[in-house]
């Protein structure tokens, strides 16, 4: 049997990583048997619904490369993808359980119903729908909602992350299958939707493993085989104390993109959230990713979401990529100063900070080499050291350093890297000190690339003219 598996969303937000997550292990399922992966839309909670979330979601399982081989937007042998679309499916399949017995009118007002709960808690005893069916329920109309008759009894299932499971028959009860409004539930409509279209793997959050006697019961009364079942453990917090929440970070992948965040950087972190391959590897690109994949690795236990993990694994992806490829994904994140500026120069600038990019974003801080950065004595007072240098040293090391750079005439990295440790001799300043010096005065930035390397890129005669700068700069305080 062809290996078929489904991401089914709500259209009710954004995707944020837990859901990318979901989508994810379900693509590599697929992937890695030569299967299908398909995109659903369950839309039948129209209270719920966000309006611009169906294309949003799109978007975001396109930016994380999770191409899907059917789905709302391009078809397939099993359409329509989108719940609503698909009323009549629902309608045919109640009616089957009607027939059999299995499925009546619920004929209770809400007060009602609340009035047999405030009943069932005096008593101290469970409310179920079970213990209050109709003896002579109408006939439905579809102004009702359609209920389950359920048959309370002990299951058993495997999941294959979560184990054997067996589940008691107490939890059993009477759901809604087709609501007053005319949509059917999530629990009637997903196991119609994943039988008609062939699903083999139900991949999902483990918010659904309480629900599964009765989705079993289910299966069971329609004659439906059961798929393999997969249940994710929540994503946590940084801390781990609690599920992922927006307040805590949770926030849209299309965020990421733009603030410039790797789609397989993306991948391999979201993968790498509660599974591993058995080693110590840490990244993975899709690929591996396709080839390693197990959910029996992925562990039972709450994945913790950590950002600076993300941010890590993201500069490593950055850095593994070809120079011409990082080239072809920066165009939006350059400083402005960039604009107009000579290709091949931009290259080599580029591959000269690529090491040090946690994001792309990350390319904005080097304006410096394309423009007179801004003076920022900041800089200077919150080093620790260089606070404490009298005002006319820092200006007589500067004025050294600028003596002995405009003699060098091979410009050079190496031949720089000499001058500035023969510096370092005349002067008899530590490198923490004198480096960083000629380093804020030449960038006024807090981080820059190796000084020989910079000073190289910048050229000699942008080099004195910024020194001369740094000294005039230090004269006037
Ligand atoms: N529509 C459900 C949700 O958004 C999907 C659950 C499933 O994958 O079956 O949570």
Do not use: C
């Amino acid at each position: 049997m062809t290996t078929r598996t489904r991401f089914a969303p709500s259209p009710t937000g954004f995707l944020h990583v837990g859901g990318i997550r979901t989508a994810l292990f379900a693509f590599l399922v697929a992937r890695q048997a030569g299967g299908q992966f398909i995109l659903r839309l369950e839309d039948t909670d129209k209270v719920r619904e966000v309006a611009g979330s169906r294309e949003h979601l799109i978007a975001s399982l396109k930016a994380l490369h999770l191409d899907y081989d059917e789905g709302p937007d391009i078809g397939g042998p099993y359409g329509p993808y989108i719940q609503s679309q698909r009323l009549e499916h629902y309608r045919q399949w109640a009616q089957k359980l009607i027939d059999a017995g299995r499925a009546y009118a619920d004929p209770y007002t809400p007060e009602q119903i609340q009035a047999f709960r405030d009943a069932a808690q005096a008593e101290k005893r469970a409310f179920r729908y079970r213990d209050h069916r109709p003896n002579n329920p109408p006939e439905w109309d579809g102004t009702m909602p359609l209920r389950f008759k359920a048959e309370p009894k002990s299951y058993t299932y495997h999941d294959e992350v979560m184990g054997d499971v067996t589940t008691s028959p107490e939890v059993v009860d009477d759901f809604i299958l087709i609501k007053s409004d005319g949509y059917p539930t999530y629990n009637f409509a997903h196991i119609i939707d994943d039988a008609e279209m062939n699903i083999t793997h139900v991949i999902r959050g483990q918010e659904f493993i309480s629900s599964m006697p009765n989705y079993l019961a289910l299966y069971e009364a329609l004659g439906l085989p059961r798929p393999v079942f997969a249940h994710l453990p929540h994503i946590m917090n940084e801390q781990g104390n609690k599920k992922l929440g927006k307040r805590d970070g949770a926030k849209d992948v299309l965020d990421y993109i733009r603030d410039g965040y790797l789609p397989e950087a993306l991948d391999s972190f979201i993968a790498t959230m509660g599974w591993n391959d058995g080693t110590e590897q840490e990244t993975f690109t899709m690929n591996e990713l396709i080839t390693k994949f197990s959910l029996s690795r992925v562990q039972r236990s709450g994945a913790r979401f950590d950002e600076k993990r993300l941010l890590w694994t993201n500069g490593q992806f950055i850095r593994s990529l070809a120079l011409d490829d990082l080239a072809g994904r920066v165009n939006d994140f350059w400083p402005d100063s960039a604009a107009g500026a000579d290709e091949e120069y931009r290259q080599r600038v580029l591959a000269l900070v690529q090491d040090r990019l946690k994001t792309l974003r990350d390319l904005g801080g080097f304006g410096y080499f394309f423009a007179e950065p801004e003076i920022n004595m900041e800089l200077i007072d919150s080093n620790k050291q260089l606070k404490k240098l009298p005002e006319h040293e820092r200006r007589e090391l500067l004025e050294t350093a600028h003596h002995k750079l405009a003699t060098l005439t091979d410009w050079t990295p190496d031949a720089i890297q000499t001058r500035l440790n023969e510096l370092l001799e005349i002067t008899g300043q530590k490198p923490g000190i004198l480096f960083s010096l000629i380093r804020i005065a030449i960038t006024w930035a807090p981080f820059s690339p190796q000084l020989s390397d910079t000073l190289a890129l910048l050229g000699r005669e942008r080099t004195l003219a910024r020194l001369e700068r740094g000294i005039a700069a230090f004269s006037a305080a």
